[in-house]
């Protein structure tokens, strides 16, 4: 691991741990929320990123942490911790199950299969009654903001290091053949239907673990909220944007759009969905690679490969 990797994710760790001391409620829970999104979004790149598999179904995993958590807490009493390892094993199988065939699916057909999915789980939660039904399910109460923002952020540093990991290893190095010709990484030994499984199953622990933090922070979970597809369309935008395929370009990516999404939403409530969209359009036009490679290139060609950008694109 490079000395300059870890010294920034040190200094960073540790200016954001001590946001409960110094920060307001407000602050706390934005920051909650943010490190969460930002877990998501960094879970979604080892799928989308690496492999080059545009995945819809990611907000089921994030479903089954909520209600396996849930589910764990609300009806049977157990803690916190054994909640989130059940909805995490519950979201792994589901990921090794589905992984298999709907990962010979490519493009748009597994984009579409996925989504398919998630629909179709949030349907089959609705019409169980241990999960609540429709009606959802009420977990304990508690106050603990700070235990949710150091868990988050905990959650955040392992899911990083995940994938520097990939990014560095031989795994990760058969992700990217996968995601630039499948065909030719198969032909040069890489088993891709083994590579992807492990990859679909990563993201689907990660993406488990936030949703079971999500559900005990809320303390209130249903269907509709739990399997929300547009969950997964913010995780792609916020991968996109930051950069995929690179190890900070989601994390990045997730804390600049929400910090811009919030401050939207103070100033002008009513249009900061629309003004939202505006800023991710502009961004794609100036860097449509994300800010990773933005970052990357003018530290090597300066303000002239915004340029570039825009004229090879045709923007």
Same mark, same amino acid.
């Given at each position: 691991?490079?000395?300059?990797? &870890?010294?920034?994710?040190?200094?960073?760790?540790?200016?954001?741990?001590?946001?409960?001391?110094?920060?307001?409620?407000?602050?706390?829970?934005?920051?909650?929320?943010?490190?969460?999104?930002?877990?998501?979004?960094?879970?979604?790149?080892?799928?989308?990123?690496?492999?080059?598999?545009?995945?819809?179904?990611?907000?089921?995993?994030?479903?089954?942490?909520?209600?396996?958590?849930?589910?764990?807490?609300?009806?049977?009493?157990?803690?916190?911790?054994?909640?989130?390892?059940?909805?995490?094993?519950?979201?792994?199988?589901? %990921?090794?199950?589905?992984? #298999?065939?709907?990962?010979?699916?490519?493009?748009?057909?597994?984009?579409?299969?996925?989504?398919?999915?998630? &629909?179709? +789980?949030?349907?089959?939660?609705?019409?169980? /009654?241990?999960?609540?039904?429709?009606?959802?399910?009420?977990?304990?109460?508690?106050? %603990?903001?700070?235990?949710?923002?150091?868990?988050?952020?905990?959650? #955040?540093?392992?899911?990083? #290091?995940? &994938?520097?990991?990939?990014?560095?290893?031989?795994?990760? +190095?058969?992700?990217?053949?996968?995601? /630039?010709?499948?065909?030719?990484?198969?032909? +040069?030994?890489?088993?891709?239907?083994?590579?992807?499984?492990?990859?679909?199953?990563?993201?689907?622990?990660?993406?488990?673990?936030?949703?079971?933090?999500?559900?005990?922070?809320?303390?209130?979970?249903?269907?509709?909220?739990?399997?929300?597809?547009? #969950?997964?369309?913010?995780?792609?935008?916020?991968?996109?944007?930051?950069?995929?395929?690179?190890?900070?370009?989601?994390?990045?990516?997730?804390?600049?759009?929400?910090?811009?999404? /919030?401050?939207?939403?103070?100033?002008?409530?009513?249009?900061?969905?629309?003004?939202?969209? &505006?800023?991710?359009?502009?961004?794609?036009?100036?860097?449509?690679?994300?800010?990773?490679?933005?970052?990357?290139?003018?530290?090597?060609?300066?303000?002239?490969?915004?340029?570039?950008?825009?004229?090879?694109?045709?923007?």
């Amino acid at each position: 691991m490079r000395p300059r990797f &870890v010294i920034l994710l040190v200094a960073v760790t540790a200016l954001l741990a001590i946001v409960p001391i110094v920060g307001s409620p407000v602050m706390v829970q934005f920051g909650i929320s943010t490190l969460l999104f930002a877990v998501l979004a960094q879970s979604w790149n080892i799928i989308g990123g690496f492999t080059g598999y545009p995945s819809f179904g990611n907000s089921v995993f994030y479903g089954l942490g909520v209600y396996g958590t849930a589910i764990a807490m609300a009806k049977f009493s157990l803690p916190f911790g054994v909640g989130l390892v059940c909805g995490a094993i519950l979201a792994m199988l589901c %990921a090794l199950l589905i992984g #298999l065939p709907v990962l010979r699916l490519r493009g748009q057909y597994f984009a579409i299969a996925t989504l398919g999915l998630s &629909v179709a +789980m949030a349907a089959v939660f609705s019409n169980i /009654e241990i999960a609540g039904a429709n009606i959802g399910l009420i977990l304990p109460l508690t106050r %603990a903001d700070g235990m949710f923002y150091e868990l988050s952020l905990g959650l #955040l540093v392992a899911c990083v #290091l995940c &994938v520097f990991w990939i990014s560095r290893s031989r795994f990760g +190095m058969g992700l990217i053949a996968i995601r /630039e010709d499948e065909h030719a990484a198969a032909s +040069m030994g890489v088993n891709t239907t083994l590579y992807k499984t492990m990859a679909l199953v990563l993201s689907a622990l990660f993406t488990s673990i936030a949703g079971g933090i999500h559900a005990y922070f809320i303390t209130f979970v249903d269907p509709a909220s739990a399997f929300d597809s547009t #969950l997964n369309v913010r995780m792609v935008i916020m991968t996109v944007f930051g950069g995929p395929g690179t190890v900070l370009g989601p994390v990045v990516g997730a804390f600049v759009l929400s910090a811009v999404y /919030e401050l939207l939403a103070n100033w002008i409530s009513t249009a900061a969905a629309l003004l939202f969209g &505006v800023v991710i359009v502009v961004a794609v036009i100036f860097m449509p690679r994300g800010i990773a490679d933005l970052a990357a290139g003018i530290r090597r060609q300066g303000i002239s490969y915004l340029l570039q950008n825009i004229r090879r694109y045709r923007l």
